[in-house]
Every structure is written in structure tokens, then in C-alpha cells.
């Protein structure tokens, strides 16, 4: 009998608007998902500006940049970051990397399949904007995760990009995950915004997988360079993001 191995999933973290906590989700959600037994690989695909690394405090000798240019092995760019936690840091200051050409979206996609058979999850952190790249790892992945937040710029600017990826990407399936919220009320308000335009406008149905409060102990964590899930476990943000890993078998 052959057991057959289990594919990886390929989640991208997006947003459309910039500093909404893109980042920061996907490194707590990254270890989160370590904490009940899966491998996971995270891919900095923020390639303009790079952070991840940042947030874990990772001394990076290789970048994806690095490896796209030399065509080395992608493995020697992988950092262990902690137990079952792999991650393949971005470039920095690279304005070029942002809107990826397509002979280097090609040996991206090669070089993320042949290092992801090692992982049960891959997780995408993308830069903000709706750069080629952006377009790109979302079409990529098996299923894009939208970091929004309250403010109105953050829904105008994720519904941009949701209009853009379902009508030019062939992408119908979207996840939300509300950040900074202050209150059940609010996140429940602004779901229900967001759901009803683009089902108006789109005909397209949205998940909500969950929502993250503001918190203080996240910001002290960037400042300290340490995910709050590990500083901070029992802060109410470290809770959500555990409750939203535990629904990673939900995503659409
Ligand atoms: N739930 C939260 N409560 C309080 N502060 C938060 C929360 N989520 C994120 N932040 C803070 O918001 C700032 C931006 O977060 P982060 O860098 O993760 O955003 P981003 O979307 O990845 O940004 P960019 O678009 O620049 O890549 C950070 O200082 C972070 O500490």
C-alpha cells in the first residue's frame, strides 16, 4: 500500500491598504498553526519592503530576490525560524521586485513548489498595494485571506483589490479576518459592509473567519521583535489568532 502525502496549502495573506496588520497576522498565525503539530513555511512576498524577518528578530544571509537572480538552490534561502517554522525572507528597497515579471513569477512558482512539499502550510505575506506581485501570489495560493480593518480606506481599499482579483484573476473565493477591533459590534458592522457591496456589486460571497482587537501587547511585541503569541500568550490577541488557526479548515 502507498500512502499518498499530503499537499501542501498555499494561504495568502492580503489586504489592498497598508499597515493593517498583514505582517503581524500571518507570523502569529504561522506559529499558531506550528503549536498543533503542522510544518509550516512562511514566504515574505512583501518584496519592496520586507518585515517578517523583523518581527522575528531572523539574521537574513539569502533573500527570495537572491535566488530569483542566481537560480541557487531556494533551500539555502530558508530560515528556521522556531520548531516546524521555515521562512523565506524578502528583499528590501528592491522597487523591481514589486511588480514581478513574468519569467520570474515563473521560477518563483517553481521554487515555492519544491520547497512546499516539505510543509503542510504555506503561508504568503503580501506587500499592500495592487502591484503585479500582489495579483500574482493571491492567484498563486489555494485561498486569500483579507486582513481588514474598521477604518473606511481599509474596506474601500480591499474591495479594490477582491473587484480586481475576481474579475482578472478568475478568484471567487475570499476570506476576511478583521483587525484592530474594538468591539463585537463594530466588527460585526463592518463585515456586513463589505459582505453586502460585493454581493451587490460583485455577486460574490465573503467568509468571515474571525476578527483580532486592538491590542496593546501587539504593538509592545513589534517593538520587542517577538510574535505576541510567544510574549504575551494570554493576551486577546494571541486568543484570537489562536481560535483563527483552529479554523484554517474552514477557509474557502
Ligand atoms: N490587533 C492589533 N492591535 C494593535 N496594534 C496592531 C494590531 N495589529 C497590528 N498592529 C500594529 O500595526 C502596525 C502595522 O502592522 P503590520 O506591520 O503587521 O501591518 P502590515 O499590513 O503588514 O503593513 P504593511 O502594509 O506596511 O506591510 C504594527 O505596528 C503593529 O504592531
Known amino acids: 500500500m502507498t500512502l499518498s502525502k499530503k499537499m501542501p496549502q498555499t494561504l495568502c495573506v492580503t489586504s489592498g491598504k497598508g499597515g493593517v496588520g ?20 512562511v514566504v515574505d512576498g512583501d518584496m519592496g519592503l520586507a518585515n517578517v524577518d523583523v518581527l522575528l528578530r531572523l539574521s537574513v544571509k539569502n ?3 537572491d535566488i530569483l537572480e542566481s537560480g541557487a538552490d531556494p533551500r539555502q534561502a530558508l ?4 520548531p516546524n517554522l521555515a521562512v523565506l525572507p524578502g528583499s528590501s528597497g528592491v522597487p523591481e521586485m514589486v511588480s514581478l515579471g ?9 521554487f515555492i513548489r519544491q520547497i512546499s512539499s516539505d510543509f503542510d502550510y504555506v503561508i504568503i505575506d503580501t506587500a499592500a498595494g495592487i502591484g503585479s506581485s500582489v495579483l500574482w501570489y493571491n492567484r498563486f495560493s489555494d485561498h ?28 471567487n473565493g475570499f476570506n476576511m479576518v478583521l483587525n484592530f477591533v474594538r468591539g463585537v459590534r463594530e466588527g460585526n458592522h463592518t463585515v456586513e459592509t ?6 451587490r456589486f460583485l455577486n ?18 513589534v517593538l520587542d521583535q517577538v510574535p505576541f503569541i510567544e510574549q504575551t500568550p ?12 483552529g479554523k484554517v479548515g474552514s477557509l474557502i
Open 204 to 221: 460574490l460571497g465573503l467568509s468571515h473567519l474571525g476578527s483580532i482587537p486592538e491590542d496593546k501587547a501587539v504593538r509592545q511585541a
Open 63 to 65: 533573500n527570495i530576490r
Open 22 to 41: 498583514k505582517t503581524s497576522f500571518t507570523v502569529n498565525f504561522a506559529i499558531a498553526l506550528t503549536r498543533s503539530g503542522n510544518r509550516v513555511l
Open 194 to 199: 463589505i459582505k453586502r457591496v460585493t454581493q
Open 102 to 110: 513574468e519569467r520570474h513569477q515563473d521560477r518563483l512558482a517553481g
Open 79 to 82: 530560515i528556521f525560524a522556531r
Open 234 to 245: 494570554g493576551s486577546k490577541a494571541a486568543r484570537a489568532v489562536h481560535d483563527l488557526a
Open 144 to 171: 486569500s485571506i483579507f486582513i481588514l480593518t474598521p477604518d473606511p480606506t481599509s474596506m474601500t481599499d480591499a474591495y479594490a483589490l477582491i473587484k480586481l482579483l475576481s474579475r482578472d484573476q478568475g478568484i
